[in-house]
């Protein structure tokens, strides 16, 4: 962002100073910023150019006006605050950060990600910040990074990346929501650091799982499904989005990033998810 100079002093006779606010404190909700450091903020998602960031509605009253300060130390102008994104912008966004579902619903303990992109374990699913896993299942898989070696005896490999063991108690449906739940999360975090969301795996569950759940009877056949029941596992993840992305700025980034991949009537859609409500407990 243009940094304009400061105006200058006017000092009076009673020895009263004024300040004029600098021009950059009245930031903008429209055009292109540039990140020196960090990903977009909240409202704002990357554009085409590196580290730069666009609006999700540009102009609109519910885009929050950004400008990005000289260092962390200087203090936000008036009606601007700290952004939860990223720390070097001041955005007229207040945020407010209220109980993480993790907070209201995990069963206790965490699993740290090595990045961001990597999908939990089944059973598991991404934090708020995208840097752990959590659970909402009791008595939940046991997970631990795979690493070069192959899973032990009664592991399951999973995504690849994962060795998870505890696993035959989980339904597919407690698997399927918290992999839908997990791949939106996964996706976001892609979107908002300029990261290949395509690569972001869009199963519902994770390929070994999936065969695991279809050896012992418990996965739905793909032909069979119907009405709700059809995105119990047949439909990737990214087509049920609209079960759990809640958030009209959430619903912008995914409609917009998906209509590239999968065509402009699901861009479309998923776009509107903003007025959609959260189902199946995502």
């Known amino acids: 962002m243009t940094m304009l100079a400061a105006a200058g002093l006017m000092i009076f006779a009673g020895a009263s100073l004024a300040v004029a606010p600098p021009a950059h404190a009245q930031g903008r909700n429209n055009g292109t910023v540039s990140m020196p450091t960090g990903g977009c ?18 102009g609109s009253s519910s885009t929050p006006a950004i400008y990005v300060r000289t260092n962390t130390r200087t203090e936000c102008a008036p009606g601007y605050w700290v952004d939860n994104q990223n720390n070097a912008v001041c955005t007229t966004r207040k945020y407010v950060k209220g109980p993480s579902a993790e907070a209201e619903r995990g069963t206790g303990g965490r699993i740290k990600k090595p990045d961001g992109m990597m999908r939990c374990p089944t059973g598991w699913r991404t934090t708020e910040e995208f840097t752990h896993c959590y659970t909402e299942t009791k008595n939940a898989p046991i997970a631990r990074p795979k690493g070069a070696k192959p899973c032990a005896a009664g592991e399951l490999s999973d995504w690849g990346t994962w060795c998870i063991s505890n696993y035959e108690n989980l339904t597919y449906d407690d698997a399927r ?74 619903g912008v980034a995914v409609g917009g990033a998906l209509g590239g991949r999968t065509g402009a009537a699901l861009g479309g859609a998923l776009g509107g998810l903003g007025k959609k409500k959260k189902k199946n407990g995502c």
């Open 41 to 58: 903020p909240s409202g704002w998602f990357p554009d085409s150019a590196p580290r730069t960031c666009k609006p999700a509605a540009a």
């Open 177 to 250: 929501r918290a992999g839908v739940a997990d791949f939106n999360k996964t996706y976001v975090f892609a979107l908002k650091n300029g990261r290949d969301a395509a690569a972001v795996p869009d199963d519902s569950i994770s390929p070994e799982a999936e065969a695991f759940f279809q050896s012992v009877g418990r996965a739905p056949a793909a032909d069979s499904a119907s009405g709700d029941a059809s995105s119990s596992g047949s439909q990737p993840a990214a087509a049920q989005a609209a079960e759990c992305v809640t958030g009209s700025e959430v």
